[in-house]
Protein backbone atom coordinates (compact mmCIF):
# COMPACT_ATOMS: atom_id res chain seq x y z
CA UNK A 1 0.00 0.00 0.00
CA UNK A 2 2.94 2.15 0.61
CA UNK A 3 4.48 1.73 -2.50
CA UNK A 4 1.16 2.48 -4.29
CA UNK A 5 1.22 5.76 -2.13
CA UNK A 6 4.52 6.45 -3.11
CA UNK A 7 3.97 6.07 -6.87
CA UNK A 8 1.10 7.66 -7.16
CA UNK A 9 2.98 10.57 -5.12
CA UNK A 10 5.72 10.71 -7.72
CA UNK A 11 3.00 10.87 -10.66
CA UNK A 12 1.50 14.22 -9.21
CA UNK A 13 4.97 15.55 -8.63
CA UNK A 14 6.11 14.55 -12.37
CA UNK A 15 2.94 15.90 -13.96
CA UNK A 16 3.01 19.34 -12.42
CA UNK A 17 6.41 19.87 -13.36
CA UNK A 18 5.84 18.90 -17.13
CA UNK A 19 2.17 20.49 -16.72
CA UNK A 20 3.69 23.87 -16.49
CA UNK A 21 3.35 27.06 -18.76
CA UNK A 22 5.89 29.51 -20.12
CA UNK A 23 6.25 32.39 -17.47
CA UNK A 24 7.56 34.89 -20.27
CA UNK A 25 5.74 36.94 -22.44
CA UNK A 26 6.05 37.78 -26.48
CA UNK A 27 7.25 41.22 -27.26
CA UNK A 28 5.18 43.18 -29.78
CA UNK A 29 7.11 46.01 -31.48
CA UNK A 30 5.81 48.19 -34.65
CA UNK A 31 7.92 50.77 -36.33
CA UNK A 32 7.04 54.73 -35.74
CA UNK A 33 7.91 58.05 -37.34
CA UNK A 34 6.34 61.32 -38.31
CA UNK A 35 5.89 61.77 -41.69
CA UNK A 36 8.26 64.04 -43.93
CA UNK A 37 6.48 67.96 -43.98
CA UNK A 38 5.18 67.98 -47.32
CA UNK A 39 6.57 70.23 -49.63
CA UNK A 40 5.09 72.57 -52.23
CA UNK A 41 4.85 70.20 -55.60
CA UNK A 42 2.48 68.51 -58.04
CA UNK A 43 -1.08 68.16 -57.31
CA UNK A 44 -4.09 66.15 -58.43
CA UNK A 45 -7.37 66.93 -58.62
CA UNK A 46 -8.04 63.07 -58.92
CA UNK A 47 -7.56 60.16 -56.13
CA UNK A 48 -5.26 57.68 -55.67
CA UNK A 49 -5.74 54.03 -54.62
CA UNK A 50 -3.45 52.27 -52.38
CA UNK A 51 -3.79 48.53 -52.92
CA UNK A 52 -2.43 46.22 -49.96
CA UNK A 53 1.38 45.46 -50.05
CA UNK A 54 2.13 41.80 -50.45
CA UNK A 55 4.96 40.39 -48.42
CA UNK A 56 7.72 38.21 -50.01
CA UNK A 57 7.16 34.56 -48.87
CA UNK A 58 10.56 34.13 -47.01
CA UNK A 59 9.00 36.91 -44.83
CA UNK A 60 5.50 36.79 -44.75
CA UNK A 61 5.60 36.60 -40.70
CA UNK A 62 5.12 39.03 -37.77
CA UNK A 63 8.47 37.57 -37.07
CA UNK A 64 11.43 39.60 -36.50
CA UNK A 65 14.03 38.00 -38.97
CA UNK A 66 17.79 38.28 -39.06
CA UNK A 67 20.55 37.11 -41.19
CA UNK A 68 23.66 35.25 -39.16
CA UNK A 69 25.28 34.26 -42.25
CA UNK A 70 25.06 33.86 -45.60
CA UNK A 71 22.40 31.24 -46.94
CA UNK A 72 20.69 32.02 -42.85
CA UNK A 73 17.54 32.58 -41.77
CA UNK A 74 17.08 33.42 -38.25
CA UNK A 75 14.42 35.29 -36.01
CA UNK A 76 14.46 36.66 -32.53
CA UNK A 77 12.84 34.18 -30.21
CA UNK A 78 10.62 36.20 -27.63
CA UNK A 79 9.94 39.31 -29.94
CA UNK A 80 7.77 40.00 -33.20
CA UNK A 81 6.41 42.39 -35.38
CA UNK A 82 2.59 43.27 -34.50
CA UNK A 83 1.33 43.05 -38.08
CA UNK A 84 3.18 41.48 -41.42
CA UNK A 85 5.39 43.51 -43.15
CA UNK A 86 3.12 44.21 -45.90
CA UNK A 87 0.34 45.43 -43.76
CA UNK A 88 2.86 47.82 -41.58
CA UNK A 89 3.81 49.62 -45.11
CA UNK A 90 0.75 49.93 -46.88
CA UNK A 91 -0.87 51.82 -43.29
CA UNK A 92 2.53 53.79 -42.89
CA UNK A 93 2.17 54.74 -46.51
CA UNK A 94 -1.42 55.61 -46.32
CA UNK A 95 -1.04 57.78 -43.89
CA UNK A 96 1.71 59.37 -45.31
CA UNK A 97 0.19 60.22 -48.64
CA UNK A 98 -2.81 61.49 -46.67
CA UNK A 99 -0.36 64.01 -44.97
CA UNK A 100 0.80 65.09 -47.94
CA UNK A 101 -2.29 66.42 -49.28
CA UNK A 102 -0.62 65.42 -52.80
CA UNK A 103 -4.27 63.76 -54.11
CA UNK A 104 -7.92 64.72 -53.57
CA UNK A 105 -8.74 61.75 -51.85
CA UNK A 106 -6.37 58.69 -50.94
CA UNK A 107 -8.33 55.44 -50.80
CA UNK A 108 -7.80 52.35 -49.15
CA UNK A 109 -8.38 48.85 -50.67
CA UNK A 110 -11.65 48.74 -48.54
CA UNK A 111 -12.50 52.31 -49.15
CA UNK A 112 -15.84 52.98 -52.21
CA UNK A 113 -15.06 55.21 -55.02
CA UNK A 114 -12.60 54.66 -57.85
CA UNK A 115 -9.27 56.38 -58.30
CA UNK A 116 -7.55 57.96 -61.33
CA UNK A 117 -4.40 56.17 -59.75
CA UNK A 118 -3.13 53.04 -58.44
CA UNK A 119 -0.08 52.09 -56.21
CA UNK A 120 0.86 48.55 -55.83
CA UNK A 121 3.93 46.57 -54.08
CA UNK A 122 5.64 44.00 -52.53
CA UNK A 123 8.12 43.78 -49.66
CA UNK A 124 11.10 42.31 -51.24
CA UNK A 125 13.20 42.58 -47.88
CA UNK A 126 12.65 43.25 -44.08
CA UNK A 127 14.99 42.18 -42.12
CA UNK A 128 18.47 42.74 -39.87
CA UNK A 129 21.36 42.60 -41.80
CA UNK A 130 25.01 42.67 -41.49
CA UNK A 131 25.85 46.45 -42.69
CA UNK A 132 29.51 46.00 -42.99
CA UNK A 133 30.23 48.09 -39.57
CA UNK A 134 27.46 46.54 -37.46
CA UNK A 135 24.13 45.40 -37.68
CA UNK A 136 21.38 47.29 -39.95
CA UNK A 137 17.73 47.46 -40.96
CA UNK A 138 17.26 46.51 -44.83
CA UNK A 139 14.27 47.53 -46.05
CA UNK A 140 13.58 46.60 -49.56
CA UNK A 141 10.01 47.46 -51.76
CA UNK A 142 9.35 47.26 -55.28
CA UNK A 143 6.29 49.65 -56.15
CA UNK A 144 4.47 50.47 -59.37
CA UNK A 145 2.69 53.66 -59.51
CA UNK A 146 -0.46 53.39 -62.26
CA UNK A 147 -2.78 55.72 -64.28
CA UNK A 148 -5.57 53.51 -64.49
CA UNK A 149 -7.79 55.82 -66.97
CA UNK A 150 -5.36 54.19 -70.06
CA UNK A 151 -6.54 51.42 -71.91
CA UNK A 152 -2.58 50.12 -72.79
CA UNK A 153 -0.66 48.18 -70.01
CA UNK A 154 2.32 50.21 -71.34
CA UNK A 155 1.20 53.35 -70.78
CA UNK A 156 -0.96 53.04 -67.97
CA UNK A 157 2.23 52.53 -65.65
CA UNK A 158 3.61 55.86 -64.80
CA UNK A 159 6.97 54.28 -62.80
CA UNK A 160 8.28 51.14 -61.31
CA UNK A 161 11.07 51.21 -58.78
CA UNK A 162 12.45 48.79 -56.36
CA UNK A 163 14.03 51.05 -53.28
CA UNK A 164 16.40 49.50 -50.74
CA UNK A 165 17.15 51.35 -47.61
CA UNK A 166 19.56 50.29 -44.81
CA UNK A 167 19.81 51.86 -41.43
CA UNK A 168 22.30 50.97 -39.25
CA UNK A 169 21.83 50.07 -35.55
CA UNK A 170 22.89 51.19 -32.34
CA UNK A 171 22.79 47.22 -31.24
CA UNK A 172 21.89 43.64 -31.80
CA UNK A 173 18.42 43.74 -30.25
CA UNK A 174 15.03 43.72 -31.33
CA UNK A 175 14.35 47.07 -29.97
CA UNK A 176 17.28 48.64 -32.21
CA UNK A 177 16.08 47.09 -35.20
CA UNK A 178 12.47 48.23 -34.45
CA UNK A 179 14.19 51.31 -34.50
CA UNK A 180 16.15 51.47 -37.39
CA UNK A 181 13.31 49.99 -39.29
CA UNK A 182 11.39 53.19 -38.35
CA UNK A 183 14.35 55.25 -40.41
CA UNK A 184 14.53 53.15 -42.75
CA UNK A 185 10.55 53.47 -43.61
CA UNK A 186 10.59 57.41 -43.25
CA UNK A 187 13.57 57.60 -45.71
CA UNK A 188 12.19 55.07 -48.57
CA UNK A 189 8.20 57.23 -47.53
CA UNK A 190 9.91 60.32 -48.29
CA UNK A 191 11.89 58.86 -51.31
CA UNK A 192 8.55 57.46 -52.47
CA UNK A 193 6.41 60.84 -52.09
CA UNK A 194 9.25 62.77 -54.48
CA UNK A 195 8.85 60.05 -56.68
CA UNK A 196 5.07 60.07 -56.97
CA UNK A 197 5.17 63.66 -57.15
CA UNK A 198 7.44 63.88 -60.43
CA UNK A 199 5.00 61.14 -61.89
CA UNK A 200 1.80 63.15 -61.96
CA UNK A 201 3.95 65.95 -63.03
CA UNK A 202 4.87 63.95 -66.11
CA UNK A 203 1.63 62.69 -66.62
CA UNK A 204 0.43 66.13 -66.28
CA UNK A 205 2.64 67.44 -69.09
CA UNK A 206 2.01 64.66 -71.41
CA UNK A 207 -2.11 65.42 -71.47
CA UNK A 208 -1.25 68.92 -71.38
CA UNK A 209 -2.43 70.89 -75.17
Same mark, same amino acid.
Given at each position: ???????????????????????????????????????? &????????????????????????????????????? %???????????????????????????????????????????????????????????? %?????????????????????? &??????????????????????????????????????????????????
Amino acid at each position: MKRLLYLLAALIILTGCGGGKSTYAVKQFLPDYSPTAPAV &QAKAAEAIRVEPFSTAQAFASTAMFYRPAPFELGSYS %RERWRVMPGDMVTDFLLRDLRHSGTFKAVLAYEDPGEGRYAMTGTIAEFLEVDGGSGPAA %RLSTDVTLLDVTRREITRRIIF &QKTYTVEEAMKEKSARALAESMSRALKKFSGELMADIHRGIGNVKEVKAP
